[in-house]
């Protein structure tokens, strides 16, 4: 897959964030964007060891827009799922089946990791193209951001990058909204419209398009949109 951008989202602890650093050096990752993190002080280089260099880098934030800029998908991560379709903002894939479905996909991946305490906010989940969990117990499912981070980004290892295609991420959010334009246009359901949104993303989400697949959906919903208009009026 292309290049994986790690995001730790209002991380409270700095020896996490040290841990998520060093884990990133183990597997050849370097790309670490905080935000709206704690203080990073002694104890997170101390965790980082070899990935301090990383740790140095990292680029603090104050907004998940700025932190996933760039990206063409965005994975969300949460140890709390949702039995059953209809609540699409948890729906699942495991972190295994994510990296099968992303090999030999080529463009700019963000994986967020939540707050050790309250994980990803829902509307926060809901700007997220698929969201990715860690099978556990049931009695305890929800793992330290450090450990799911680090068997992400070894689920992710066992796939060779290849060079990046260029995506522009504009061109899929125009796409959705789009979507979104023609739902109204239809006169779809009001109360319904949020989820059916959420739903669709997550759907290209999983499927990994191309960006020329992404394009082609973009024209259908566009020139299908500006019919009913016309028709409309």
């Known amino acids: 897959m292309g290049s994986v951008r790690i995001v730790l989202v209002g991380p409270k602890y700095e020896g996490n964030i040290g841990a998520v650093a060093r884990s990133m050096a183990n597997f050849d990752l370097d790309e670490l964007y905080l935000v709206d993190p704690c203080e990073i002080g002694d104890d997170a280089y101390r965790r980082a060891k070899h990935g301090s260099r990383i740790l140095e880098n990292a680029k603090i934030v104050s907004t998940l827009a700025e932190a996933v800029d760039g990206c063409f998908i965005v994975a969300g991560t949460s140890g709390i799922v949702t039995k059953g379709e209809k609540n699409y903002v948890r729906v699942p894939i495991s972190a295994e089946e994510f990296a099968k479905r992303a090999d030999g996909y080529g463009e700019k991946t963000a994986v967020l990791f939540g707050r050790e305490d309250m994980g990803l906010f829902q509307e926060e989940l809901a700007q997220c193209d698929l ?3 860690i099978p ?9 951001v450090s450990h799911a981070a680090t ?16 995506a522009d991420p504009e061109e899929k959010e125009r796409m959705f909204s789009f979507f979104d334009e023609l739902l109204e246009s239809i006169d779809y359901p009001e109360h319904r419209r949020e989820t059916t949104s959420v739903m669709f993303r997550r ?3 999983r499927a990994v398009p ?7 959906i973009l024209g259908v919903f566009g020139d ?10």
């Open 131 to 133: 969201l990715i969990t």
């Open 136 to 144: 556990a117990s049931d009695a305890y499912s929800v793992l330290n």
């Open 151 to 166: 068997i992400v980004m070894y689920e992710l290892s066992k796939y060779v990058a290849p060079e990046p295609t260029p």
């Open 203 to 205: 759907l290209m989400g």
């Open 210 to 216: 191309t960006k020329w697949e992404y394009n082609t």
């Open 224 to 233: 299908a949109s500006k019919i009913i208009k016309r028709k409309d009026h």
